[in-house]
Structures are given as structure tokens and as C-alpha cells.
């Protein structure tokens, strides 16, 4: 994969980021006038299938992404309402890749989220 000053932002970015970003707060906070919104989209694809960056799906069809840190695979839970979004410890998927290998399934992976209703936005159970 090219190395290009619009994709080094971008990772300087994701480095710096707490939790995953979708594609127009990286955009947003690269704060290049060089750097578009199409050039974001093109080179997390480039990223995404270079292992380099992991794509967390959506529900409602957008997508955000981290940096891979090699050998820390996990997920995150997402609130439905605002979006906080927090990491899980590790992946258990072993019974259901145990699962699709006897069904002759090979080089397998997966992409999975949780959602739900943080506390935050959870109705208090004190009213």
C-alpha cells in the first residue's frame, strides 16, 4: 500500500482517537483543505482490506473505524440513542467458527457489534 501524505493524517488521526470514527469525523478532524471527504472513504477501504484499520458495521448502515492493534481482535457496544460507543474485551467466536468449518467453511472471519441503551440514556429506575 502507498504511503501518501492524505493517508499518514488519517492514521495520525485514528491514532489519536479514543474509540472508532466514522469517515466525516476523521475528515473533520484531520482539518486538511487537501484532504476530501472521497479521498477519506477510497483510502479506509485501501485500509480496511490492507488489515490496517478494522471496520465496525452499523446498524443503520454507516460504519466506523479503528486502528487493528495485531492480535487484539474485539468488539464494542454502541448505544442506540447517542451513540456512545465502548469496547469489549476480546472475541469468543471459537464454537460458531467450529460451527462453519463442519459445514466446510475456510478462512473465516466475522464482524460483529452490540447495541443497546447505555446508563446514560437508560430510564432511571428511581423514577
Known amino acids: 500500500m502507498r504511503v501518501t501524505s492524505p ?5 495520525k488521526v485514528l491514532a489519536a482517537a479514543k474509540h ?5 469525523q476523521i475528515h473533520e478532524a484531520a482539518g ?11 483510502s479506509l477501504g485501501a485500509m ?3 488489515g490496517i484499520v ?3 458495521p452499523l446498524e443503520r448502515g454507516r460504519s466506523l473505524y479503528a486502528l487493528v492493534s495485531p ?3 474485539h468488539h464494542h457496544v454502541i448505544c442506540r440513542r ?8 476480546g472475541c469468543d467466536t471459537s464454537r460458531l467458527e467450529a460451527a462453519a468449518r463442519t459445514k466446510g467453511y475456510a ?14 440514556c437508560a430510564p432511571s429506575s428511581h423514577a
Open 7 to 11: 493517508r499518514l493524517t488519517m492514521l
Open 20 to 24: 472508532p470514527l466514522s469517515a466525516e
Open 32 to 42: 486538511d483543505d487537501k484532504l476530501d471527504l472521497v479521498t477519506v472513504y477510497r
Open 48 to 50: 480496511d482490506d490492507a
Open 54 to 56: 478494522q471496520r465496525h
Open 71 to 73: 492480535g487484539h481482535h
Open 82 to 89: 447517542c451513540g456512545r460507543i465502548d469496547r469489549l474485551p
Open 107 to 120: 478462512d473465516l472471519t466475522h464482524i460483529m457489534e452490540i447495541y443497546g441503551i447505555c446508563p446514560a
